[in-house]
Nanobody, 117 residues
Framework: QVQLVESGGGLVQAGGSLRLSCAASGRIPSLNVMGWYRQAPGKQRELVATITGGSTNYADSVKGRFTLSRDDAKNTMYLQMNSLKPDDTAVYLC????????????WGQGTQVTVSS
């Protein structure tokens, strides 16, 4: 069993910054991809960014504004979000999955990010 606990969401004005954290515990797949997804009301869940090893991948909509990092010693992932826009408003969900197709996948409960104009 894997537990993912997100923190750092909140309300911020457009142009502001937030830093999300995702702390993982339990039997985390040793070879894994960690990432953030987001879901806005009435919209499908979308990828924000993923990280595996030293490689990161970002959605085009957040490139240059968001930075994803991880501290493997703490099993924690961070998403630094700068220059936030109202369109970034969503529930942000932490995800950990095995690198192998069909492997285990886990989700956090989500943290709300609201950007006011």
């Amino acid at each position: 069993q894997v537990q993912l606990v997100e923190s750092g969401g909140g309300l911020v004005q457009a142009g502001g910054s937030l830093r999300l954290s995702c702390a993982a515990s339990g039997r985390i797949p040793s070879l894994n991809v960690m990432g953030w997804y987001r879901q806005a009301p009435g919209k499908q869940r979308e990828l924000v960014a993923t990280i595996t090893g030293g490689s990161t991948n970002y959605a085009d909509s957040v490139k240059g504004r968001f930075t994803l990092s991880r501290d493997d010693a703490k099993n924690t992932m961070y998403l630094q979000m700068n220059s936030l826009k109202p369109d970034d408003t969503a529930v942000y969900l932490c995800n950990v999955r095995s690198i192998f197709v069909g492997g285990a996948q886990y989700w956090g409960q989500g943290t709300q990010v609201t950007v006011s104009s």
